[in-house]
């Protein structure tokens, strides 16, 4: 009977994630190097899928490699990607290597993001995001989108709110299609509620949506690109990428360099223990998940 129910259950898994990816069984069939018959038998319940015939399977689906160990794991077999912990040895060359990409990147903002937009690391830059938010949106583990589109937090000073929140809305809408999700779903539905209504307009660069920030110094106008480990084999490190911030204007170019240079100017004031806290706290990896 066990065995029974975890047929039925990756069968019925599968059927669901072909749909999801708008596929019929000949084309998936033809994808994994498979039969339609095959594939109708494991659908239905009908014959016991082997390791390497689910793993061709998720892979021609485009499942996250979390998402192919689970479906590995209804069929009663063993995840096969790793998920280590960043504070584990093995991720170590990860970490030194983000950290010198966030230094890099300055007097430019850069984060790196685990999923649902938890932060696990920034560079000094990123305090022009945190300027005026209210303090229970920065405990940590800090949530990068609930800053960007809470009213106490960006939103107040992002002058397009509404065409630039309804475009992190979108992307992430796009993202919960990829990969259904109901956590997902009920925390972009949060997010939506924090971003008003309003026509498509001609705020764009022609390739891009800037953001229009407000800041002490004057209105930054930033874009932002995502990096991501395409051939990670590990769970955390697949789900990471880097957001970094670039200016779309030469006068924002201007204010973030002017903003760094009076930074390293009040830490170069502070006493030296005080400067090395603040640089831990700034580059530590955040390890929880």
Known sequence: MSSTIEQSGVG?????????RRLSQLELAALADTTQRHLSFIESGRSQPGRAILIRLAESLRLSLRERNDLLG??????VFAESGLEESALRPVRTALEQ???G??????????????VVAANDAVEVFTEDAAPELLVP????????????????????????GRHVIENLRARAQRSPNPRLDAFTDELAT????????????????????????????LITTLTSFATATDITLAELHLEAFLPADQATAELLRIRGERHRGDRRASSPRASE??????FRIDPRR
């Open 12 to 20: 019925a898994e599968l059927r669901r994630w072909r749909r999801a």
């Open 74 to 79: 209804k069929a009663g077999y063993a995840p």
């Open 101 to 103: 990409i966030l230094h």
């Open 105 to 118: 990147h300055l007097p430019y903002p850069a984060l790196v993001i685990a999923p649902y937009g938890r």
């Open 141 to 164: 583990p800090v949530n990068m989108l609930r800053l960007m589109l809470h009213p106490d937090g960006m939103a107040r000073r992002v002058r397009n709110l509404p065409e630039w």
């Open 194 to 221: 924090y971003v008003p209504q309003a026509p498509v307009g001609p705020d764009h660069l022609g390739f891009s949506v800037p953001m229009r920030l407000a800041s002490a110094d004057g209105e930054l106008r």
């Open 277 to 282: 806290e603040l640089k831990q706290r700034q």
